[in-house]
């Protein structure tokens, strides 16, 4: 009898684990991710958002499995999305997005690529040398052993979280005939699975997001999107009867970036959290990378100095305020002031202007360095997120079509930005006046 266990999500219900699905999720790579905030340092905004990666990772393998077995895939190719579904996040470093940025800055490699090279075995597996009594328990097989032993291709399980949609290679001598139609074969559904305008980590974060954070509105209609995926040519597409489901899905996408990803508390204490990293050493950060959450602001005080009084400040939430913010709302008029705005945004965007401008907000209203925060996301984000501008999904009825171009809210949307302003500037309260003051005429149009 082949070794299982029942695992019950508060979202999904049940997920079973058996075979490669049951061995990887105990690997100390996998086990990670259950000390790592889904949604980063949000739970300061919103106190029931202390969800997990290792819950979301569990939750998209069951997704990718529901579409696997919509789209009727053999059972090789459903472990493989499933597989890939669980080992999408292994590479996220503390406090899941929020450091990204710093590690990416001083290694070079964002956590998709980090992923892919841990799957590969490119990278040696975690170092826990730094956990006392690890060198006791048994570790157990590598990733890439596992997956080999299961006849899974390591390299494959990687390609499909890194590719982005795009078809997998076939060695495909004659065309295929499907409703009267030929077509070059290839398995591009596999991908699209995994990362892509409509993803199994997508449908699950929305739910599961929505539903820690306690905000209405990432609520998706799975089971309608579910049953009415097809497979087609070698794409996965939507029947036209599911284009409701998707166009919630899509406002539901739209809503929870402005109102909980892009929450503006949210975005300081992950600003504060970066500029406490980035006072650390190579040496100090490298031996912060590997860590749980918990374990962070311990050490970053432990560390002292401006890291340690940030750490201070995010451990009792001393949160810095708001001082002055330009609403993106601006940005997308037709006024002649939305040109210099872009402008704008795309000058202080860029590091060393961002530094020049805190530098000089300081010295003008006299805060000590470190103690204004200039935030500018990136400035297509100002407009729409890039994961918003994915409406590519497409749609099986009387011919295959866009989804933007059958639905007027997919192109709406499009337009919507997913960042509810553009540049903020953020200190401790106290200063809070004099920051804005002098903020309100260093950045202007």
């Given at each position: ?61 069951h997704v990718a499995g529901l579409l696997a077995s919509a789209l009727e895939l053999p059972p090789e190719e459903a472990t493989l999305v ?340 553009c540049i903020s500037v953020s200190c401790p309260e106290k200063y809070k006046k004099d ?11």
């Amino acid at each position: 009898m082949k070794k299982r266990k029942i695992i019950n999500d508060p979202v999904h219900g049940t997920i079973v684990l058996e075979g490669p699905l049951l061995e990887l999720a105990q690997t100390p790579e996998v086990m990670r991710l259950t000390g790592i905030h889904q949604l980063g340092m949000a739970y300061l905004v919103f106190p029931g958002a202390h969800h997990k990666r290792f819950e979301h990772s569990l939750g998209t393998s069951h997704v990718a499995g529901l579409l696997a077995s919509a789209l009727e895939l053999p059972p090789e190719e459903a472990t493989l999305v499933r597989v890939a579904g669980l080992l999408h996040d292994l590479g996220h470093g503390p406090y899941s997005h929020t450091l990204e940025s710093v590690f990416h800055e001083r290694i070079g490699m964002d956590h998709m690529e980090i992923t892919s090279e841990l799957i590969t075995g490119k990278v040696e597996p975690w170092d826990l040398h730094w956990w006392e009594g690890y060198e006791n328990l048994d570790r157990g097989r590598s990733i890439p052993e596992i997956l080999e032993s299961f006849d899974l291709d390591p390299a494959e399980v990687a390609g499909l979280i890194c590719q982005e949609g795009e078809a997998v290679e076939t060695e495909q001598k004659t065309l295929k005939v499907q409703d009267g139609q030929s077509y070059f074969s290839s398995r591009r559904y596999l991908p699209q699975i995994i990362h892509s305008a409509l993803d199994a980590d997508q449908l699950d974060f929305l739910l599961r997001d929505s539903r820690y954070t306690g905000v209405a509105y990432g609520i998706v209609d799975l089971d309608r999107i579910v049953q009415t995926s097809i497979l087609f040519h070698g794409e996965m597409m939507i029947q036209k009867r599911g284009i409701s489901a998707l166009e919630g899905m899509l406002v539901a996408r739209s809503l929870m970036y402005s109102s909980v990803y892009f929450h503006k508390t949210a975005r300081i204490s992950e600003s504060m959290m970066c500029r406490g990293a980035r006072a650390l050493s190579d040496q100090q950060l490298e031996e912060m990378w590997k860590l749980s959450d918990g374990e962070v602001l311990p050490l970053m005080r432990k560390f002292g100095g401006y890291a340690g009084d940030i750490a201070t400040r995010l451990r009792f939430r001393r949160l810095f305020k708001l001082a002055f913010r330009i609403e993106s709302e601006y940005i997308t008029g037709a006024d002649t002031s939305s040109l210099e705005l872009r402008e704008l945004v795309g000058r202080i965007s860029r590091p060393e202007e961002t530094a020049r401008i805190e530098r000089e907000i300081e010295k003008k209203a006299s805060v000590p360095e470190g103690y204004v925060i200039v935030d500018v996301p990136d400035p297509s984000l100002t407009l729409s997120e890039p994961r918003l501008k994915r409406t590519d999904i497409k749609i099986h009825a009387d011919r295959v079509e866009y989804l933007s171009r059958i639905s007027p809210l997919a192109r709406a949307l499009q337009k919507r930005p997913s960042v509810p302003w553009c540049i903020s500037v953020s200190c401790p309260e106290k200063y809070k006046k004099d920051v804005k003051r002098v903020s309100s005429t260093l950045i202007s149009v």
